[in-house]
């Protein structure tokens, strides 16, 4: 009898523990690997897609035909990616400076949310500050000649920029701040990093500051942020987020502006914001064993440090962005390679342009991330190097002993392993 | 009885309070939680590196033959002699604008080690500037970098050194020693750009010495000025690379108009 008593109890303690033991191991559930795509336009969309569902419920969603089947209201995936290629006309408050028509202008290859051969142009005085107005970035276009931006002010700092991929931006808007933090402390203080801290522009809270990571220098923390922020400098479009039009180097555009601010009620870039949230990351390309022997060699002459090769998303349900946003479970503990820390450092490759607030370096920029680099032919932030070693060499400052280790340390056989390795990402 | 009873009892107490407990975690577990706010940034955790320091010339050294010699082998090994028909051959800037003293240098291949100048993989950037440039038909003819032609470079080279070229190679500083610093590896090597009259004009000066001359390139650091071709110049950093740059053939990339220099530091 006693026995049995004592069994009893014994169960009865299990039972009380064992409900906790389940209830973390939802919180800390084992994570899984981010989908990928393998960038080739002539699969379906639906490669493209991670599975988060819209702010409007949608899921992937029906094929786009703009005549019979438009993007509409209670948007999928397809409708939110049919409006991230729409080419905007002045009637839509394009201008009156603008880079291009579209998102997909500059992200469209290979894949619509990759990149392109598109730089943005920027422009500051000799010491990097900027031109009248404050926006260093220079429209190339505009919707009247007299509106056309050109530099004669002497503005004797140029830089280009080159477009960096959206593809897998939903995971990474949903690595916790804590998570890039201990990364960037954990870099050798010769390489360390500085994360900036942005404001969240959709918040709503008190605090609404997040660590940034968008943007050649993490200017913006949220996809919603950096979306309104594109719409308003490349195109010229307004919106909530961004109500005021952009200057022409410091005078009005008003006279070219024809449709009330904001241009977009908050619509497009809900679209844009989502169809990025709801992109792959960049899939990796045939890996073989000089591949695999160069991430061991890349990872051993310190380009990891800069170049973070993984990073774990928060769980499932956390509310990031300031309290903007919870992360499902579409975007949640997933593993990803971005091959960036999201960090500005300073390389050597930069003019210097605009000292933004809480940069400690007018020549910081932050790391450009490796995914789906193997699409392009032209690298580095300016896009002056043609290779991938033109690029190694390039990097200086910061990355100097990253570079000696490439050169000193490294054999043929080892270093054409390097850069086979880069090309397979 | 009472065993009976206690079995029941305990039984039922079980299964309540597991149905409880589940029900209470799953619960807790679809609350959201908030992401932790950025911490503040601690000096010694995400600050960059302090700055280096900035270099006095006056408390540097002045360049001495052995050193630049050992700069030049560490490079080149011995793929390289200083070209010592020039005067000056060597001399120090900060070129590239990083406040870290540069060495300029003028080289000649030795026939014998050509093939380490070729190499696949070279510890340097090799470039031609006057490539970049379009010059006026008569300059053309003269600017040995078409003269040239299409040659073969070696893989992953874009310029086929040969014997009887003149090189200008700039290893930039690295820290508060400048190019001395044995991590000062970052070298441009530069192919027919080494004029008359080359010399190191210093940042501070340009203003001065280009006053009212446009269209006129970004500058970042000191330049190197000479006369190639026939025709005053200098070649400067310029986003990565060194382009030259004459008033009289100078086409900028984009068509910016630069109204006056402004380039400080």
């Given at each position: 009898m006693r026995i049995l008593k004592i069994f009893v109890l014994l169960i009865f303690a299990a039972a009380l523990v064992l409900p906790f033991t389940y209830t973390s191991s939802v919180e800390g559930q084992a994570a899984t690997e981010a989908p990928t795509t393998e960038m080739d336009a002539r699969q379906s969309d639906a490669t493209l897609y991670n599975g988060f569902i819209t702010r409007d419920n949608g899921g992937l969603g029906n094929a786009v035909n703009e005549c019979t089947n438009p993007a509409l209201?209670?948007?999928?995936?397809?409708?939110?990616?049919?409006?991230?290629?729409?080419?905007?006309?002045?009637?839509?408050?394009?201008?009156?400076?603008?880079?291009?028509?579209a998102c997909s202008a500059c992200h469209q290859a290979p894949v619509t949310g990759h990149v392109s051969q598109i730089n943005e142009f920027r422009a500051a005085d000799g010491n990097g500050n900027p031109p009248p107005g404050g926006q260093t970035l220079i429209q190339d276009r505009a919707i009247d000649p007299d509106a056309q931006e050109r530099i004669n002010t002497g503005?004797?700092?140029?830089?280009?920029?080159?477009?960096?991929?959206?593809?897998?931006?939903?995971?990474?808007?949903?690595?916790?701040?804590?998570?890039?933090?201990?990364?960037?402390?954990?870099?050798?203080?010769?390489?360390?990093?500085?994360?900036?801290?942005?404001t969240v522009l959709e918040s709503t809270a008190a605090d609404r500051t997040r660590i940034?990571?968008?943007?050649?220098?993490?200017?913006?923390?949220?996809?919603?942020?950096?979306?309104?922020?594109?719409?308003?400098?490349?195109?010229?479009?307004?919106?909530?987020?961004?109500?005021?039009?952009?200057?022409?180097?410091?005078?009005?555009?008003?006279?070219?502006?024809?449709?009330?601010?904001?241009?977009?009620?908050?619509?497009?870039?809900?679209?844009?914001?989502?169809?990025?949230?709801?992109?792959?990351?960049?899939?990796?390309?045939?890996?073989?064993?000089?591949?695999?022997?160069?991430?061991?060699?890349?990872?051993?002459?310190?380009?990891?440090?800069?170049?973070?090769?993984?990073?774990?998303?928060?769980?499932?349900?956390?509310?990031?962005?300031?309290?903007?946003?919870?992360?499902?479970?579409?975007?949640?503990?997933?593993?990803?390679?971005?091959?960036?820390?999201?960090?500005?450092?300073?390389?050597?490759?930069?003019?210097?342009?605009?000292?933004?607030?809480?940069?400690?370096?007018?020549?910081?920029?932050?790391?450009?991330?490796?995914?789906?680099?193997?699409?392009?032919?032209?690298?580095?932030?300016?896009?002056?190097?043609?290779?991938?070693?033109?690029?190694?060499?390039?990097?200086?400052?910061?990355?100097?002993?990253?570079?000696?280790?490439?050169?000193?340390?490294?054999?043929?056989?080892?270093?054409?392993?390097?850069?086979?390795?880069?090309?397979?990402? | 009885m009472w065993t009976k009873t206690f079995r029941t009892s305990s039984l039922f107490a079980l299964l309540t309070a597991f149905l409880v407990l589940i029900g209470c975690a799953k619960t807790r577990a679809v609350q959201p939680v908030a992401e932790e706010p950025p911490a503040p940034p601690p000096a010694t955790a995400v600050a960059l590196p302090a700055p280096q320091q900035p270099v006095d010339p006056t408390k540097l050294p002045a360049p001495a033959l052995e050193h630049v010699?050992?700069?030049?082998?560490?490079?080149?090994?011995?793929?390289?002699?200083?070209?010592?028909?020039?005067?000056?051959?060597?001399?120090?800037?900060?070129?590239?604008?990083?406040?870290?003293?540069?060495?300029?240098?003028?080289?000649?291949?030795?026939?014998?080690?050509?093939?380490?100048?070729?190499?696949?993989?070279?510890?340097?950037?090799?470039?031609?500037?006057?490539?970049?440039?379009?010059?006026?038909?008569?300059?053309?003819?003269?600017?040995?970098?078409?003269?040239?032609?299409?040659?073969?470079?070696?893989?992953?080279?874009?310029?086929?050194?040969?014997?009887?070229?003149?090189?200008?190679?700039?290893?930039h500083g690295y820290g508060g020693k400048g190019w001395r610093d044995p991590e000062a590896t970052q070298t441009h090597v530069l192919r027919d750009v080494v004029g008359d009259d080359i010399r190191m004009l210093p940042f501070a000066s340009v203003a001065k010495a280009y006053k009212g001359i446009k269209p006129f390139p970004s500058i970042y650091g000191d330049l190197i000025q000479e006369t190639l071709i026939g025709q005053a110049g200098f070649l400067h950093f310029a986003g990565g690379m060194y382009e030259w740059y004459d008033p009289k053939n100078y086409k900028p990339v984009l068509g910016p108009v630069h109204s006056g220099m402004s380039a400080m530091r």
């Open positions: 209201a209670g948007r999928s995936f397809r409708d939110n990616k049919a409006i991230f290629e729409e080419r905007e006309g002045v009637a839509d408050g394009l201008g009156p400076t603008y880079n291009d028509v503005l004797s700092t140029h830089e280009f920029r080159s477009t960096r991929t959206v593809l897998g931006d939903g995971f990474v808007e949903a690595i916790g701040n804590a998570t890039l933090q201990n990364n960037v402390a954990a870099q050798p203080s010769g390489q360390r990093g500085q994360l900036r801290t942005v940034g990571r968008f943007g050649h220098t993490s200017q913006h923390a949220s996809l919603e942020s950096f979306a309104a922020d594109a719409y308003s400098n490349e195109m010229g479009i307004t919106s909530p987020l961004q109500p005021n039009e952009n200057n022409i180097l410091g005078q009005s555009s008003a006279p070219f502006d024809t449709v009330a601010d904001p241009e977009d009620d908050g619509d497009d870039v809900a679209a844009f914001t989502d169809f990025m949230r709801a992109l792959r990351a960049p899939g990796r390309g045939p890996i073989n064993a000089d591949v695999i022997a160069g991430q061991n060699l890349f990872n051993a002459i310190n380009c990891d440090v800069c170049h973070t090769p993984q990073f774990t998303t928060v769980p499932a349900g956390t509310v990031i962005n300031a309290g903007a946003f919870t992360v499902p479970n579409s975007l949640a503990n997933k593993i990803i390679h971005p091959f960036s820390d999201f960090a500005l450092h300073n390389i050597g490759t930069s003019d210097g342009i605009g000292g933004e607030p809480g940069v400690n370096d007018r020549f910081s920029t932050t790391t450009i991330a490796l995914w789906g680099v193997r699409t392009k032919h032209r690298f580095m932030m300016q896009g002056n190097a043609h290779t991938i070693f033109d690029s190694i060499q390039l990097h200086a400052g910061q990355a100097s002993t990253a570079r000696n280790n490439f050169n000193f340390g490294l054999n043929n056989t080892q270093k054409n392993q390097v850069i086979a390795f880069v090309l397979s990402l | 010699q050992a700069t030049v082998n560490r490079i080149f090994q011995d793929s390289v002699t200083i070209d010592s028909s020039h005067n000056p051959s060597y001399f120090v800037g900060d070129f590239n604008g990083d406040q870290s003293q540069d060495l300029a240098v003028i080289l000649k291949p030795v026939s014998a080690k050509l093939s380490f100048l070729n190499q696949e993989f070279p510890t340097w950037i090799a470039r031609e500037p006057l490539k970049q440039v379009l010059l006026p038909k008569s300059k053309a003819v003269a600017n040995p970098s078409i003269a040239r032609g299409n040659e073969d470079p070696a893989s992953g080279q874009t310029i086929r050194f040969a014997a009887n070229d003149a090189l200008l190679a700039i290893v």
